[in-house]
């Protein structure tokens, strides 16, 4: 019964912003890690950003630190990714990903493997 819905990719033209969302179904957000993933036809799966429902706290991966921005809605149901300057190497299959929190394990929030619930995808084209 746990859905992620992501929309709002697209083609968009180098330095241009972009922003994802992914609608949360099933389970409440404030229990659970969000995150946001990508890959490439070449590349390996790679995290992008995370946000803890419960705490509010985010990581986000060195290349796209200071350029991308996750967040939740008011109600939890809702995760964004506001991506800006984006660059051709951006171009990916974005995926959003959710996992039950835990207490008192070390994990690891941009590691794909971490995550139970995974959505379809939505496809961003960045042109020089």
């Known amino acids: 019964q746990v859905h992620l819905v992501e929309s709002g990719g697209g083609s968009v033209q180098a330095g241009g912003s972009l922003n994802l969302s992914c609608v949360a179904s099933g389970f409440s957000s404030s229990s659970f890690s969000m995150a946001w993933f990508r890959q490439a036809p070449t590349k390996e799966r790679e995290g992008v950003a995370h946000?803890?429902?419960?705490?509010?706290?985010?990581r986000y991966a060195d290349s796209v630190k200071g350029r991308f921005t996750i967040s939740l809605d008011k109600d939890k149901t809702t995760v964004y990714l506001q991506m800006t300057r984006l660059n051709t190497e951006d171009t990916a299959m974005y995926h959003c990903a959710a996992r039950g929190l835990t207490s008192g394990v070390r994990w690891f929030p941009l590691q794909s493997g971490e995550y139970t619930y995974w959505g379809q995808g939505t496809q961003v084209t960045v042109s020089s």
């Open positions: 946000i803890s429902g419960r705490f509010g706290d985010t």
